[in-house]
């Protein structure tokens, strides 16, 4: 079997088995999620959005951030971690975003990735989630998925990006992200998947051996 005829049948499975699949991050506008994806490197999503949820009522855009002196915005993300590197690197997000977007988030990724702090996964998962336009964005569930699936053998994250354009068809590219993303979360857990409930086993080749990795 081909391995974008086995992405295409994994996807209907997982499509059926987590109908509610979403963007693990709170958010209610296209700043907001570049803002949280900024603070969920190294952070998981849960205690993101348990800081997310004081920091967007005290901030309301950029100009906010901007007007915050350094120090009071690594209190108000610290729990985050790395707070001093995400805050200056927030605050000189916002400062470009004035400067040249006025305040908005630009909708390509060649412009995003120019912004302090945004890097192809940041970039990717804003254009998926809030302009659904097709990204793949590439973090640790998918990168351990698409290596023990056999889609690609590499943790290096541009590569896999790279990869999965040539197996995921580009119309379900934000479709398989957010699948693959519950689908790490729910069932395939890192350390300990759930491999007997899981509904794509017979498509697995930690399974199957008989699914062909390449
Ligand atoms: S069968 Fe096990 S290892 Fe394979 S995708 Fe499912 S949970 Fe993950």
């Not at 302009?131 to 023990?148: G, K, S």
Request: charged letters at 25%; aromatic letters at 8%; hydrophobic letters at 40%.
């Amino acid at each position: 079997m081909q391995h974008t005829e086995r992405v295409t049948k994994i996807l209907t499975r997982l499509a059926e088995a987590y109908p509610d699949a979403r963007v693990g991050l709170d958010f209610t506008s296209p700043f907001e999620l570049l803002i949280a994806t900024i603070l969920s490197a190294q952070c998981t999503d849960e205690r993101v959005n348990i800081v997310t949820r004081d920091l967007f009522a005290k901030y309301h855009g950029p100009a906010d951030y901007v007007a915050t002196p350094q120090e009071e915005l690594e209190v108000d993300i610290r729990s985050t971690g790395f707070y001093k590197n995400k805050a200056k690197n927030i605050r000189a997000c916002c400062a470009a975003l004035i400067e040249r977007y006025h305040g908005e988030v630009p909708r390509t990724i060649e412009e995003l990735i120019t912004l302090p702090g945004v890097g192809r996964k940041t970039a990717n998962c804003v254009l998926s989630n809030c302009f659904d336009i097709p990204a793949l964005t590439v973090d640790t569930h998918v990168t351990r998925i698409a290596n023990l699936l056999g889609f690609v053998q590499t943790t290096d994250a541009v590569k896999i990006e790279f990869a999965l354009m040539d197996i995921v068809p580009k119309e379900q590219w934000n479709d398989f992200d957010r699948l693959i993303i519950t689908h790490g979360r729910r069932t395939c857990i890192a350390r300990r998947p759930k491999c007997d409930v899981c509904p794509i086993r017979d498509l697995c080749p930690v399974t199957d051996p008989d699914v062909s990795r390449y």
